[in-house]
C-alpha cells in the first residue's frame, strides 16, 4: 500500500512538474496566480525560459531604435489557433529592448539589446476587479521599467497604457499581425 | 502488483510526456532524431511551440528587408547559460521571413511576414559524419525553402552557409549577441 501511495506521489509529482513547465498547457490560465486580492500584478519570473515567443516588432524611431519581444504564456498560441481567442487568465509580457546594428553578411542588421520597459497583459474574461483603474476592456495592464524590474509603475491604464491599443480594437487590442505562431496551421 | 506496475506505467507516461515539451530538457540532444544514418537532416514539426526563440534580427536591406526568428531545441538556453556551449544534439532552426511595416503608434514598425527560408542547424561535438559535406565545423548544415519546406537543398555546408557565418568564429559561429535568454541572468 504504502508503495502505491507513493507511486501515485511520484505520478503527481510529474504531472505537476509537467504543468509547470509545458508550452502546450492549459491555455494559461494561471495568469491570476500573478495577481493579489486587489488587482495588483507582478512580473512572472523566468518568462523567457517559460513562455512561448509570440514574436517581435523592430520599431525604428528617432529618439532610439527599439526592438519588441512579445512572450505569452504557455498554450496561449495552441488555445488561439482553436479558437480565435486569448483564454481567460493569458499573460503577455511584452519586452522593450534597445537595439545594437550592424552591417553583417546578411545586411544592416538589428538586434536587441539592453531591455528599456516591459508591459504586460492579463486576459481578464469576467471583469474581476471593476474598481481598478488597471483593469478593464478584457485585460489587466501593467508596466515595469528597468531601473526598477519588479515595481508596476502604471497608474491608470486608460492613460498610461491604452491609446497604443486602441488601433487593434478589432483583434482584442492586441497586434497579431505580427505574431506568425498565432496564425492556423 | 498489477496496480503497482500500471502505477509504473502511468509515471513513465507522464515522464515522456514531459520531456517532448518541457524548454527546461536535457540540452537538445534529441537533435539526432532528425538525422537518418547518413546524415541527411529533416526540419522539426513544431518548432514554432515546442522550441524556445532565443531573438529575432531584423535585417534592411534594399532587395527587401527580412526578420530572422532563431528557435533553439528545448533546454538550449539553460545549458549554454552554465557552459557557455552548445549541447551536443542542440537544434537551432533560423526562420527567415519577409517582413510587413507600417506607421504604428510606437514609431515605424516592422514584423515578420511570409516565411522566405529556413535555416537549421544541428550541434556535433563528435564529428559524427566525415564523409558528409553538410557536416563539419561542429554543426549540421541544412536549407530549406518555402517553396518546398520539407525538402532540404543544401549541397556543401562550406560553399552554402558558412561564409555567412565566418564572422561570429568565436562565438561557434553563431551570432549570440542577438539572444538575451543565452546571457547568464
Redesign the interface.
Known amino acids: 500500500m504504502i508503495?502505491?501511495i507513493s507511486?501515485?506521489g511520484?505520478?503527481l509529482v510529474?504531472?505537476a512538474?509537467?504543468r509547470q513547465?509545458?508550452?502546450?498547457g492549459n491555455g494559461g490560465s494561471t495568469g491570476f496566480d500573478l495577481v493579489d486580492s486587489a488587482g495588483n500584478i507582478r512580473k512572472p519570473s523566468g518568462y523567457?525560459?517559460?513562455y512561448?515567443?509570440l514574436?517581435?516588432?523592430?520599431?525604428?524611431?528617432s529618439t532610439g531604435n527599439?526592438?519588441?519581444?512579445v512572450y505569452a504564456s504557455p498554450g496561449t498560441?495552441?488555445y488561439y489557433r482553436k479558437t480565435g481567442k486569448f483564454a481567460d487568465g493569458t499573460v503577455l509580457v511584452k519586452e522593450v529592448?534597445g537595439t545594437?546594428h550592424a552591417p553583417?553578411?546578411?545586411?544592416?542588421?538589428?538586434?536587441?539589446s539592453g531591455?528599456k520597459v516591459w508591459f504586460l497583459l492579463i486576459k481578464d474574461v469576467k471583469g474581476r476587479y471593476p474598481g481598478n483603474p488597471l483593469w478593464g476592456d478584457g485585460w489587466g495592464w501593467a508596466l515595469f521599467k528597468s531601473d526598477a524590474p519588479n515595481k508596476q509603475v502604471a497608474v491608470d491604464y486608460k492613460k498610461d497604457c491604452f491609446?497604443?491599443?486602441?488601433?487593434a480594437k478589432a483583434t482584442d487590442w492586441i497586434?497579431v499581425?505580427?505574431y506568425?505562431?498565432l496564425s492556423p496551421k
Open positions: 508503495s502505491r507511486m501515485i511520484l505520478t510529474f504531472m512538474g509537467c513547465v509545458t508550452p502546450q523567457r525560459d517559460r512561448q515567443a514574436g517581435a516588432y523592430t520599431v525604428l524611431k527599439e526592438m519588441h519581444v498560441a495552441e529592448f545594437d553583417l553578411t546578411t545586411g544592416d542588421a538589428h538586434w536587441a531591455t491609446g497604443c491599443h486602441v488601433p497586434y499581425q505580427g506568425p505562431v
